[in-house]
């Protein structure tokens, strides 16, 4: 029977197909979903790790003792996770170990789009590069007897495309793979200088068989449509060619793609007149053809940047667009608006209360909260990577103490799960070095930005058993910082209070709000501490309503602005009654629902 799955699915599928029986990852777009589908194969044990490089550490550990791991990341994760990643192809393995990186190119939900086949190459771990769900299923199997057989880890590159786009694919029974024994062995797995060299001698003579197989595997593929014109591509972009070229050119599908088959790159060139290389981000493939002497025509007709698109590549090679423009009334009827913060976030309190602060620069996180950098809030000034905004910040006040007379300070944003991540150590620089900055955790209970997963503060494991829950407060008082205050962002006051305290002190503070994403599925315990939250619904009382707009610079999406009555309103299926536009308003034209008017 076939099943129609996204990638995503089909990764986790494969996972369970091959016996796996540890994985662990951190939660980010477009790689999430591989675990969370996992996660309900009760026969594999998975688990979401505070972030990347824990992540890959556990999952080498359970690669040590014996069982098939696997570790989940999207590319700028993969940054988080090479400290290790680097040295594990030196130890290598004993149960299979595989790494699922996600690309993204185009960054669609990211601050870059780097390129992590660059990985493969600096680690010298092999990496193979699926083009549809089927493959993902067939290169992950593949991947554990080739990390197990070759004693290294193995790189899975996917593409957003891959990740989220759907096909066919067949499923099999699980493989039993019983647990390997576990032997002490200093010489394989302990990298001191005098035997991590002999480990990298090990390394580079697997290399080099990895070489006869990547020219004899079945994953790289010769297509010959009997055409003078060759493409060599790898992954979502043989899909594109095809959609474009069909049968009017032969092809070289690289499956797997590190180390890379010179042979058959040799033997596929010799074979057409004209020879094109099309990737995603960077011209890996095409600066190692030019390395082996052989002519190709790459970035100087396709871009750099972004997805090689089928209407992408038409344009590159001057072919006519199949691309049907909008309508001139469509066209008209479509309004560009930047993204914003859901009715009913958290995060939108504290944004608002800030904002009307001066001399202030927000460094800011990765998270929901990176939207406040938007209108109408403007108060996230930069963003750099996980858990930099405190550290950041750190850095940035204390050159901004080098000038008494302009006093500003510095706040530093960072999210709950964010926090967790890499914001402790950052924290500790904070209270080291005594840097005066008014540092805040935005507690909205959950891992939001990337789709609701459990995190170290929740109190729940991916799973959804429960879990010893991180108290954030306790947590920072407990590493020596003796100004903490938590809050509850919805209420102006309560939040305006807290900056005044914390912008008059002169040494480190601690602000932690705490309120549960409007989007959450509240747990009994939640309920509980939260209870009334989000019954409520709000609308403008339009005869006391004067027009000022103050509630609009809230940055609801609930609110409606008439501009033909000078009037506010209120969507009344969007308010979930967080009450902050009726704070704001200066002639409480922003009334509570009553109950029997709801009815």
């Not at 008082?477 to 002169?506: C, M, Q, S, Y």
Request: glycine share 6%.
């Amino acid at each position: 029977m076939k099943h129609l799955m996204t990638g995503n699915e089909a990764l986790a599928r494969a996972a369970y197909e091959a016996g796996v029986h540890f994985a662990s990852g951190y939660p980010g777009t477009p790689s999430t979903e591989i675990l969370e589908n996992l996660a309900q194969y009760e026969e594999v044990y998975a688990e979401w790790a505070p972030n990347e490089k824990v992540a890959y550490e556990a999952a080498f550990g359970a690669s040590m003792a014996g069982g098939r791991s696997l570790v989940t990341m999207k590319h700028v994760g993969m940054n988080v996770a090479a400290d290790p990643m680097f040295t594990s192809a030196y130890l290598g393995v004993n149960g299979g170990m595989v790494v699922i990186n996600a690309d993204e190119p185009n960054q669609y939900s990211s601050q870059n789009e780097q390129d992590n086949r660059h990985y493969s190459r600096a680690t010298n771990i092999p990496m193979f590069e699926p083009s549809d769900s089927q493959e993902c299923i067939d290169m992950v199997k593949a991947a554990y007897d080739l990390s197990e057989q070759y004693d290294v880890p193995v790189i899975i590159r996917t593409t957003t495309r891959v990740n989220h786009s759907k096909s066919l694919v067949t499923w099999s029974d699980r493989q039993e793979i019983p647990v390997k024994p576990y032997e002490k062995n200093i010489a394989k797995y302990l990298a001191i200088p005098a035997f991590a060299r002999k480990m990298k001698v090990k390394l580079q003579e697997n290399l080099q068989k990895l070489e006869a197989y990547a020219n004899s595997c079945p994953w790289n593929v010769i297509e010959d449509n009997g055409s003078d014109m060759g493409v060599i591509c790898s992954g979502d972009c043989y899909l594109y060619a095809k959609e474009v070229l069909g049968e009017a050119a032969n092809y070289l599908k690289l499956g797997f793609s590190y180390p890379l088959p010179d042979q058959l790159l040799r033997q596929f060139a010799d074979s057409v007149e004209v020879l094109y290389v099309i990737e995603e981000v960077d011209p890996i493939v095409e600066n190692h053809l030019k390395s082996l002497g052989i002519p190709v025509i790459g970035k100087e007709i396709f871009p750099r940047n972004g997805e090689q698109l089928p209407e992408v590549i038409r344009k590159a090679m001057g072919m006519q667009s199949l691309a049907h423009p909008l309508d001139p009334e469509s066209q008209e009827a479509l309004i560009s608006r930047a993204p914003t913060l859901c009715a009913g976030c958290p995060h939108r309190g504290f944004a608002y209360a800030l904002s009307q602060r001066k001399n202030v620069m927000v460094s800011g996180d990765i998270g929901c909260y990176t939207l406040t950098g938007n209108p109408p809030f403007n108060v996230m000034n930069t963003n750099l990577c996980m858990g930099a905004s405190i550290s950041m910040g750190a850095g940035a006040q204390k050159v901004f103490n080098l000038n008494p007379d302009k006093k500003m300070r510095v706040v530093s944003m960072i999210g709950d799960s964010t926090f967790f991540h890499t914001g402790i150590n950052s924290l500790i620089e904070v209270l080291y070095n005594n840097a005066n900055t008014i540092n805040v955790i935005l507690d909205n209970r959950i891992t939001a930005m990337t789709g609701q997963q459990e995190n170290p503060g929740t109190g729940y494991s991916l799973k959804e058993n429960p879990a010893a829950a991180i108290d954030l407060e306790a947590l920072c008082r407990g590493l020596g910082l003796k100004n903490v205050r938590t809050i509850n962002p919805n209420h102006l006051k309560e939040v305006n209070e807290a900056l005044d305290w914390a912008f008059a002190l002169d040494e480190p503070s601690v602000i932690i709000t705490r309120w549960p994403c409007a989007l959450k599925k509240q747990k009994a315990e939640e309920k509980q501490e939260f209870a009334g939250s989000f019954q409520d619904r709000f609308f403008v009382d339009r005869e006391v309503c004067i027009g000022c707009k103050k509630c609009t610079k809230t940055g609801c999406p609930a609110i409606v602005y008439d501009v033909e009555r000078n009037r506010s309103g209120i969507d009344q299926n969007k308010c979930v009654g967080c009450s902050v536009c009726a704070q704001v308003c200066p002639v409480q034209a922003i009334q509570k629902v009553e109950p029997q008017a709801k009815q």
